[in-house]
């Protein structure tokens, strides 16, 4: 037998708690200044593919259409508007400014997969050259739509992306080390140090081989053994790898230092207030160079200067979204521990969607999760 | 009392194998007629049997068509998309309100498993693979091609391992095939002895075993079918599981389908 998913049917009144929360947020988002996009619900699965982190593609529902194409129904909206802000020749020289309204769907991650749909509304700033202005812009939009949906006693907890980055970067650790921590905190989030005291356990016997004697030996064993190689991989890609294979034992080796000081940073967390003063403080101690203090100290200014009450602004150094593109800001606003919006900022992914790696646009948004609004009005 | 029915898969080494246990069990089958798909056992009235192919009865004992089936370990997991161990003593629930699996028979192995060229010498384990994802990705802008009949089990095996840059091309026959005319880079596919993975230059990297299947006694998932539970299918039950001496198995999975013909 085939279990049904639980997919949503709103009656009468469901549907109309759900558009009221609709049409408030997206008043205010109309008011600010940005236009309504509607990108379809159904998207190419490479855009997803290529973008999301593993974590989230696993949520992800991919089907074929009858022409054999792979498509995925949309389990986020940020990366299908800046793919059509592109695909309507977006480059990035001005600012764009777009809101939306709209369902996602994922699967449940609890291995059943169930599919559950759930509404967002949400705005994209693409191209807005002052970051700290930006990041606050969106955080005053998204309180003052849920203000207009009747929600009022909010929290916004914020992290920063970059923070993270900073501290692989300042840290004697192989780029293979940092590559994986990377992914690792991709994928586990908050739990990551639970995650590598864990498997810190096995200790490694590294083995170095110069690359020089790779290359004749890789050369050798394929002519030996008659091999071809297939896949568009050469040879040099063979032996380079096998040379540096001893770096992937090492880069599961992390030094107990390391483990101590990301202990020590995902145990951070201050009101914004405090927030810069406390990572100055941190990365001064531990040596390693920061823009997040900077970064945060200049947050808390546009905040103030956009009218925000800060008093319920925190930040905590382990939010941190699956989405797997942040690469700044990232926030999230609960109220009565429920969350009913989140955003960030993600300055590497229209580039990466048109193909540009280099090319950084500066760009943050975020979504409401109207669901979960429309369920705590009265 | 309604009709029991059971599905055992029409050809090759499969079908000859399960006839014979059948026999051993007491409860051979009739001969079908000429282009007949469909017989008894003299020995137990109010049975019928089935004889389709093997993935065909994975689709349909899940969908509930059946009371019992014979099929493999893998095409069932794959349909379900989940991914276990085999646990020869365990009477195993496939999936949330799935069929049962009652016991192994000792017949039909197969090893699903993650193979690569063997002139990837750089490539021994899961890990490696990973790497080689990055370079591929890096070096040629396109994600590593994956060939499988196994989709769903490959994304479950691959998000274990934390593998998520790739992309799937599904392949229905030959997949052993495919490395080497440049249909995809590596494949995930069914092996019995190695030898045609061998033949065709791919190895079995060292954490790539998915798991080991074999051909498996199923009883078929809640549903219409067990309003009411026919008596020759429990017989059935005990007395193949007790021909390959798993009568506990039998003795588990029926208490928990009584379970549900209670409920």
């Known amino acids: 037998m085939i279990r049904a998913a639980s997919l949503r049917s709103l009656d009468a009144i469901a549907a109309a708690r759900l558009d009221a929360a609709r049409q408030a947020a997206m008043g205010v988002f109309a008011y600010a200044g940005y236009a309504l996009v509607e990108p379809s619900v159904v998207a190419p699965a490479d855009i997803f593919l290529e973008r999301l982190g593993e974590r989230f593609r696993r949520q992800t529902c991919f089907f074929e259409d009858g022409t054999g194409q792979e498509l995925c129904l949309r389990p986020e909206i940020t990366i299908p508007v800046c793919r059509l802000a592109l695909d309507g020749g977006y480059d990035g020289s001005s600012e764009l400014k777009q809101r939306y309204a709209g369902s996602v769907f994922r699967l449940a991650a609890d291995g059943a997969g169930a599919l559950t749909q759930s509404a967002q509304a949400g705005v994209e700033f693409l191209g807005g050259s002052d970051a700290a202005c930006a990041d606050a812009s969106i955080i005053a939009l998204a309180l003052k739509a849920l203000e207009a949906c009747g929600i009022d006693e909010t929290r916004v907890v914020l992290g920063d992306a970059g923070a993270f980055g900073d501290l692989l970067a300042g840290l004697a650790l192989s780029d293979r080390q940092r590559t994986r921590l990377m992914r690792l905190f991709d994928a586990h989030g908050s739990t990551l140090p639970e995650m590598l005291e864990a498997e810190s356990a096995e200790a490694p016997a590294p083995r170095r081989v110069d690359l020089g004697r790779a290359r004749i030996e890789v050369e050798a064993e394929l002519d030996a053994r008659k091999l071809t190689l297939t896949g568009g991989r050469s040879p040099e890609d063979v032996a380079l790898r096998i040379a540096d294979r001893a770096g992937r034992e090492q880069a599961r080796h992390l030094p107990e230092e390391v483990r101590r000081v990301l202990w020590k940073m995902f145990g951070r967390a201050a009101p914004i207030a405090d927030a810069a003063a406390k990572m100055e403080v941190f990365f001064r101690d531990i040596g390693v160079p920061s823009g997040t203090a900077d970064r945060l100290s200049a947050l808390h200014t546009a905040l103030v200067a956009a009218g925000v009450d800060t008093s319920q602004i925190v930040y905590d150094a382990q939010v941190h979204a699956p989405l797997g593109y942040y690469t700044g800001l990232e926030f999230r606003i609960e109220t009565a521990r429920v969350t009913v919006a989140g955003g960030g900022r993600y300055d590497a992914l229209v580039g990466e969607l048109a193909g540009r790696p280099a090319w950084r646009v500066p760009a943050v948004g975020c979504a409401l999760f109207l669901d979960a609004i429309a369920g705590l009005t009265p | ?263």
């Open chain 2, 1 to 263: 009392m309604s009709e029991g029915i059971i599905a055992i898969p029409s050809k090759g080494r499969l079908k000859d194998e399960c006839l014979a246990l059948l026999a051993r069990a007491g409860f051979a089958i009739a001969a079908p007629a000429e282009r007949s798909y469909e017989t008894t056992i003299p020995a137990l009235p109010g049975v019928r049997v089935l004889l389709i192919s093997a993935g065909e009865i994975a689709e349909r004992i899940v969908r509930g068509d059946f009371h019992l089936g014979v099929t493999g370990m893998d095409v069932l997991r794959e349909r379900q998309g989940v991914l276990a161990g085999v646990h020869r003593n365990i009477v195993e629930m496939v999936g949330e309100d799935g069929p049962v699996a009652v016991c192994p028979l000792g017949f039909g192995p197969a090893r699903l498993v993650t193979a690569v060229p063997e002139s990837w010498l750089d490539c021994a384990a899961m890990d490696d693979l990973r790497e080689i994802a990055d370079e591929i990705r890096a070096r040629q802008h396109r994600p590593l091609r994956v060939a499988t009949k196994y989709v769903r089990l490959t994304r479950a095996f691959f998000a274990q391992h934390l593998i998520a840059d790739y992309r799937i091309v599904l392949s229905t026959g030959a997949t052993e095939a495919a490395p080497a005319s440049g249909l995809a880079d590596m494949i995930v596919d069914i092996t019995t002895s190695g030898a045609t993975l061998k033949d065709n230059a791919l190895k079995v990297l060292e954490d790539g075993k998915i798991f080991a299947s074999e051909a498996t006694l199923v009883l078929g998932p809640p549903g219409p079918l067990w309003q009411d539970m026919p008596g020759g299918i429990a017989q059935l039950t005990r007395a193949i599981a007790a021909a390959v001496h798993r009568e506990g198995n039998a003795a588990g999975a029926l208490a928990m389908v009584s379970g549900r013909v209670a409920a």
